[in-house]
């Protein structure tokens, strides 16, 4: 075996040590973080601004991109700081934002999807969740019920489904050899 097969074989290794630990596994997701540098696009069917509840509604079709991570979703909430500037604008602080209906998120390297999230801006926490969360990273899969990313970080924890969920309450990985070849 090459050194490389046998550093990923110990990796795989490592994963499957941690047994039940999997139905709440946590990893490092350095291709889900933010890029607070970048201009944000926003594009959607219809936007709704509610002044006086410091909300912005962005329905149909929503596609958001900041640098080269996008994400898509049928509707996206955003709710502002109260007294933190105009929304009409864009000037105002965001507090979170929630997105629901088929929510795609893309960066350079990983896909996640899932049917909600939420993203808190003073925490920097992202949380996907639904009947079916997916994290992809080339042909390596991880599946739960609910994604939570520190985005500063990276750092990641995936939930399984509980009881009645779609995967039987686990986390399921697959990791295919020499997937990460450079």
């Given amino acids: 075996m090459r050194r490389n097969e ?3 074989l110990a990796a795989v290794l ?20 933010l890029s607070n540098d970048q201009p944000i696009q926003i594009e ?3 936007l709704e601004v ?37 929304a009409t604008t864009g000037s105002a602080n965001i507090d979170h934002l929630e997105v629901d209906g088929k929510v795609y998120i893309k ?3 990983q896909v996640a999807t899932g049917d909600r999230g939420t993203f808190d801006m003073k925490s920097q926490v992202f949380t996907l969740s639904g009947q079916k969360v997916v994290l992809s990273e080339g042909s390596n ?4 019920c ?19 969920g779609g995967s039987g309450g686990r986390v399921m990985m697959s990791i295919t050899p020499d997937s990460q070849k450079p």
Avoid: H, R, W
């Fill in 141 to 144: 899969v991880l599946v739960g």
């Fill in 14 to 33: 490592a994963l499957l040590a941690a047994g039940p630990a999997l139905a709440q596994s946590d990893a490092k997701m350095t291709g889900l973080k």
């Fill in 107 to 109: 960066t350079e390297t």
């Fill in 6 to 8: 046998v550093m990923k």
């Fill in 50 to 86: 509610q002044q006086e509840q410091n909300l912005a509604i962005f329905t149909g079709n929503v596609n958001v991109v900041q640098g080269a991570t996008l994400m898509k979703a049928g509707k996206m909430t955003v709710y502002y700081v109260k007294g933190g500037g105009s």
């Fill in 146 to 164: 609910k994604l939570t990313v520190q985005m500063n970080t990276g750092l990641a924890q995936v939930d399984g489904c509980g009881s009645g």
């Fill in 44 to 46: 959607s069917d219809k």
